[in-house]
Structure formats: C-alpha cells, structure tokens
C-alpha cells in the first residue's frame, strides 16, 4: 500500500468530472469514464496518451506516493492529516491555464503560487516521518539520470526530486508526448476544457491518495477539509 497526498477539486465539482471524463477514469470511485467527443481526435488516441495520468487521477502531488513504517497505521495517518489541514487556510489559485511541462500537457496557474508552494512544502515536512525511506531499487527507478544536483539531493533527502524550490504546481492531462503530438493535443484541451476554466479554483481540501497494490490505479481515499470548521465555506 502506498499514499500520497494531494490537491484534487471534489468529486461533484465540474473541473473534476471535465478531468475524469478526460482521463477517463473517476479518481474518487476509480470506474471508467466515457471520454468526451473531441474535434480531430480519436477516442484511441485520447486513451493511449493519458494512459499514465489515468492511473494517478487528476490531482496535484503535494507528497509523492510512500509507504508506511512498520510500526505506523493508516488510522495515525488519517488521524494526523485531519489536524494538519484544520490548521491550513483555504485559498484560491491564479486562474489555470492548459500549459507545456517538459514534454506533456496539463493545467498550471498562469501566474506562480507562493500560496501553493508553501502549503507543499509544509505538506512535505509535515508527513516526512510518515514515509518509510525509499529502498535502493526505488531510488533508481526514481532518477532519471537527468536530474540536477539539488532535484538529486532532493530524491535523497524527501523521497522525491521535483520538492522545495523545484517544486511546480500541475495537473497532469497526458502522459509523454512527441513534438509532433503537442500542438495537436493542447488545441484539443484547451477547446475541452475552455468551459472549466472561467472561474478561479479554490485549494479547500487536501486529498489522500491510495494505491492498493503496486501497480494499480491510485484513488481518492479521503478528503480532508483546511480550515477551522467555523470558518469554512458553505458549499
């Protein structure tokens, strides 16, 4: 079993289920989804290029996926996030835009966040004595041979190499893309998700993500509201 915890909208939320149908799959309940009709695509094309954030779900990683000590439950897991996202104020992001990140696509703010990357970097530190350290063979299979000397320090040190000051907020629509395939498909997100993006997206949640067995599609495992419970919003 390994977790991670994220920003995803919620379940009902429209981006999420523009997301879903996407993707084709609903990271809440994990059922596949009916991919949408997209102008000069073919549902073949669609589902092969988003097979990689399909299994992850739509979602901002916060905490890269990690196993549990030994010695630590799910239950002081759940039990700790609940707290720490009380003690997070809610917030909303830049408007999001479809955007180019290295050689896939997806929604990125159009402006930086400092709001963001604070919350991920306090996540990070937040949950660091809840990951067991990541084995040698993880280790390799998480470097790339490309990294720079502090994203590899950063491997290292948190687990994962795009933290702290390399740390960029994302949401993954496609997996890996030729330069051929790129113009294609962010004309096609940008018309699908034109709709979506009209109003600014508020970070009121923060999602722990599951992955059952290695290899399996990671899914909401629960949301965890920020804020005091007197001053959250009423949906």
Not at 46 to 57: D, K
Not at 92 to 104: K, T, V, Y
Not at 184 to 189: G, K, N, Q, S
């Amino acid at each position: 079993m390994r977790y991670a915890i994220c920003f995803t909208p919620p379940a009902h939320d429209a981006l999420s289920m523009a997301a879903g149908q996407w993707l084709g799959r609903n990271a809440f309940s994990g059922e596949a989804v009916d991919p949408p009709p997209i102008r000069g695509m073919n549902i073949t094309d669609i589902a092969y290029h988003t097979a990689l954030p399909r299994r992850y779900g739509f979602h901002a990683l916060l905490k890269a996926p990690f196993r549990l000590p030994a010695d630590v439950p799910e239950g002081m897991l759940l039990r700790h996030l609940m707290r720490f996202a009380g003690t997070c104020a809610p917030f909303d992001l830049p408007a999001l835009e479809i955007s180019r990140l290295g050689d896939f696509c997806g929604l990125a703010p159009v402006i930086p966040c400092e709001t963001m990357r604070l919350l991920a970097a306090a996540v990070l530190q937040e949950f660091d004595g809840f990951r067991a350290p990541l084995s040698e063979a993880e280790l390799e299979r998480s470097d790339p041979g490309d990294l720079s000397a502090a994203q590899f320090a950063n491997l290292y040190r948190w687990g994962h190499p795009y933290v702290m000051d390399e740390f960029r907020f994302h949401m993954a629509l496609t997996g890996p893309l030729s330069p051929r395939d790129v113009p294609r498909f962010e004309l096609a997100l940008r018309e699908f998700f034109a709709p979506y993006l009209r109003r600014q997206v508020e970070v009121a949640n923060l999602a722990l993500f599951v992955e059952e067995e290695q290899g399996a599609p990671f899914q909401v495992h629960s949301l965890h509201p920020m804020g005091r419970v007197s001053a959250r919003k009423i949906a």
